[in-house]
């Protein structure tokens, strides 16, 4: 870096330098305390919680700074480094605005240091942890406990003092605070599965059972693990983004994040928990979030995947695109309103017809370029908890879903293609995924294969005839077919 780039870059000391419009933090950085760690920084955190704690520190509270953990990667750690952790956050929409996130005091990188991770873990100052680790790093099986067959969770149970996966920090956590009989922290699961507090509640005391039986029950009466509903379309950052942002700001931000304007979070509201005081800037807390989990991913997440696949399939690379494509529209509505929606229990102040139209309203933002292949990624982790359950319930109330079936095997085609084509699989089970695109003939069997994947497909969904069937209807339907010869096949399913 030349020493003209590095002048220019944004900084605590440059802070002054910015456009005028940009909207600043605002508060001294240096009287900010920590108090949360959240594993995983990744955009939707920046884009999100930092986001919201940023909101609360400008209100002049001062213990609620972050460090944020990368479990592996040491990117956003040395990027974000040489501009004193700060990044900017773009709101897309018509007028796009800008405001400069100083939430985030510090950020670490676990497998460099575990010891450092687990002392601010165990600090008394640290009140919450709160996570976006993906669904992958829940580390469950499709019934829901935890996976003990899983390399990292098998290697953080004899090795509690370097473990690898979050659970594992969680429990190192947790564990030597109680050692030293000191409180726990509330622990917050922001990723997209339903009941992800339960979740991750079950998960860390399974571990800890491991560990020590006294601790479990301590894990089990003591700490608490709220769930939560996290919302707002935050597509990746591209080197567009970066040169439109510094443009804007007047300063070099190499890693700013970009979003829609319209943002929620729903927690749940659990006695005795210690959270920021997050309602003050815009949170809602809720006896029952579960209604509002599942609406969002049930719909925004299960559309989403939806226009992935078909709108990959028909050769369209965005979401806006797919959303207006006119028979992919038709179908997702009726995706919706017959497969979806009658799936869903009613939650207080929350239509889910209208919940669904206005999705598909901010599917269309003509500000947002969202690629449907970084909707793609991790899908073998995404659809069990946007289709699957969808479809489970369906069966169990004696319905079928054609087209979620055909959703998902229309993800089997693209797994396909992605081989036949020798292009990368961006999946935490890319290498089982390759197996079975390499093994398969076009022919029924190799939607067998698939269901074999069993961290994937429940016992119950792997023995259902009609699930079966319908997914292996749409395999053999689509055979080869892609472009406009794949999108004419859509308006078959209204029949
Ligand atoms: C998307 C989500 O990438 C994806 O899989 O479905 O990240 C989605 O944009 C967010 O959940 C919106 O809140």
Redesign the pocket.
Known sequence: MTISELESKLSNARINELNTDVQLFGYDRAEVDIGIVHFGPGA?HRAHQAVYTDAVLKRGERQWGICAVSINSADVRDTLAIQDNLYTLAILDRQPSHQIIGSIKEILVATENPALVIARLAQDTIKAVTLTITEKGYCLTPEGGLDFNNCNIEHDISHLDSPRSAIGYLVAGLHARWIKDASPFTVLSCD?LTDNGKRLRRAVTEFAQKIDGDFSKWVESSVKFPCSM?????PATNDVVRGAVSAAIGLQDAWPIQRERFTQWVIEDLDGMQLPPWQDVGVTFSKDVRGYEATKLRI??GL?TSLAFVGILAGIDNVRHATLHPKIRHFIEAELRNEIIPTLSSVDGLNSVEYGASILTRFENPAIHHLLS??AWDSSQ?IPFRILGTISDNLASGKRSPRLCFVIAAWMKFICYKVRNASPITDAWSEELTKIGEACDGSASDVQMFLGLKNMFSVALRNDKAFIEDITYSYLLIGDKEGSAFTALLPTFDR
Do not use: A, R
């Open positions: 939707f997209n996290v919302d707002s379309i935050t925004l997440n989403h970084q909707i995404k």
